[in-house]
Nanobody, 117 residues
Framework: QVQLVESGGGLVQAGESLRLSCTASGTGSIFSMSTMCWYRQSAGKQRELVAA???????NYADSVEGRFTISRDNTKNTVYLQMNSLKPEDTAVYYC?????????WGQGTQVTVSS
C-alpha cells in the first residue's frame, strides 16, 4: 500500500522560510521513477500545482512561487522536499504531496503552512 506522509508545515512570519518533506512508503524502487508533485489548497480555492520534479530531476513551478520555492528529491530516502523561501501571506495553504504510479494517483494527508504578515 503506497503512502505519502508530509511534514514540516507550521506558522511563520512573512519573509521567513520553511522546508516541507514528503516520504513515500510502499513504493519500492518505483519512487525513483515517479514524478513527484507538491500541490496546495487555500480556503475557498481550488487545489493548485505548486511544483513538480521528474525522475530525471527536471523541475517546474507555478509562476507565483518561481524563484522562491525549490523542489528536490532524495531517492535513497524515498523523499521529496519543498524549500520555501521569502514566504508571503498568500502562500498560506494546506500543502499536499502527490504522485501517480501506473494508473493510480496518491495524495498525502497534507501539512498546514500559515504565513502571518
Amino acid at each position: 500500500q503506497v503512502q505519502l506522509v508530509e511534514s514540516g508545515g507550521g506558522l511563520v512570519q512573512a519573509g521567513e522560510s520553511l522546508r516541507l518533506s514528503c516520504t513515500a512508503s510502499g513504493t519500492g524502487s518505483i519512487f525513483s521513477m515517479s514524478t513527484m508533485c507538491w500541490y496546495r489548497q487555500s480556503a475557498g480555492k481550488q487545489r493548485e500545482l505548486v511544483a513538480a520534479i521528474t525522475r530525471g530531476g527536471n523541475t517546474n513551478y507555478a509562476d507565483s512561487v518561481e524563484g522562491r520555492f525549490t523542489i528536490s528529491r532524495d531517492n535513497t530516502k524515498n523523499t521529496v522536499y519543498l524549500q520555501m523561501n521569502s514566504l508571503k501571506p498568500e502562500d498560506t495553504a494546506v500543502y499536499y504531496c502527490n504522485t501517480q504510479i501506473l494508473v493510480q494517483t496518491y495524495w498525502g494527508q497534507g501539512t498546514q503552512v500559515t504565513v502571518s504578515s
